[in-house]
């Protein structure tokens, strides 16, 4: 009986079938994971930072947050027609001007939005703790104060801001969040997490009074080209913003009223991007400080 003997190239054209067929079930696995990967948005409370640079917030429509927003003492609620109402009678009013010394114990915490004002505003007599991409969460982490409670925006500091507030105690407490939050997953999360933080800045100084200010407008362009930062979007989060301040039971500054034009949007004069405000807007808006203050 004669052994049969099956040549090299015989047996690979036995296994080439099984070969191909592997290859095909790798290169489905590699696209089932392509697609996860691309399609499925992570939920990130940070999906979208604000710009590094010195930046404005943005702030509603004024035609649409006039009908919108109701100027009667309630508390945040939808009505029939799904229009949402909120609380506005803890705006700070207009009041005579003070001069700068003023603000002499006075604190402001914010992103790189209190920077900008830091820098162009022209007003020195405040303490300013701010730091760039900073948020309602990541204050508790940042180190943005050296060890003499004094500023370190760029992030080499010692201390954070809740540190450093355990040390020194301050008259005024300005606050400014909500650019960086923009592009959070879930609004309601920004809002229990700044409200949580005011509690936690109460604790720490009692005597202080806090205001938070609002979020400011982006130009008409980039709000039309912007899915994070456009001005309806601003509205609705600084909706929320005003009734979790009302209820906290502390001021609202409604700062965006000052550099609203006729369609809600920041005028193009007062902005080189769309964004970030010019040194005179910045003048602009501490004369409006200055002439809002808390009682």
């Not at 002499?104 to 760039?132: A, C, H, Q």
């Not at 060890?147 to 370190?152: Q, T, W």
């Not at 949580?196 to 200010?213: E, F, G, M, R, S």
Request: proline content about 5%; hydrophobic content about 35%.
């Amino acid at each position: 009986m004669k052994r049969v003997i099956r040549s090299p190239k015989s047996q690979k054209k036995r296994y080439t079938p099984i070969i191909a067929i592997i290859a095909a079930m790798v290169l489905i696995t590699i696209a089932v994971v392509l697609i996860c990967v691309f399609t499925i948005k992570p939920n990130s409370q940070e999906a979208s930072a604000t710009p590094e640079s010195v930046v404005s917030e943005v702030t509603p429509n004024s035609s649409e947050t006039e009908d919108s927003i109701s100027s009667e003492d309630s508390s945040s609620n939808t009505d029939s027609s799904g229009t949402i109402t909120v609380n506005t009678a803890h705006f700070v009013p207009e009041s005579a001007e003070v001069d700068d010394t003023y603000f002499s114990n006075t604190l402001f915490i914010g992103n790189s939005i209190t920077e900008g004002f830091k820098v162009f505003s022209g007003l020195d007599t405040p303490t300013y703790y701010e730091g760039r991409g900073m948020t309602v969460e990541s204050i508790h982490r940042m180190k943005i104060v050296n060890a003499d409670n004094s500023p370190n925006s760029d992030g080499t500091g010692e201390k954070t801001v809740m540190d450093a507030l355990k040390d020194r105690q301050f008259d005024q407490i300005y606050l400014l969040f909500g650019a960086n939050e923009l592009g959070w997953v879930y609004p309601d999360m920004f809002i229990e997490q700044y409200s949580q933080l005011i509690d936690d800045i109460k604790a720490l100084q009692p005597n202080a009074k806090i205001c938070v200010q609002s979020v400011l407008p982006v130009s008409a362009e980039r709000s039309e080209t912007d899915e994070v930062y456009n001005n309806t979007k601003i509205e609705n989060l600084n909706n929320m913003i005003i009734n979790m301040s009302a209820e906290k039971g502390i001021p609202y500054l409604n700062a965006a009223e000052a550099f609203k034009d006729d369609t809600g949007a920041l005028p193009v004069d007062k902005t080189p991007d769309g964004i970030h405000l010019t040194a005179e807007a910045c003048k602009e808006w501490r004369m409006y400080i200055k002439t809002h203050v808390m009682q």
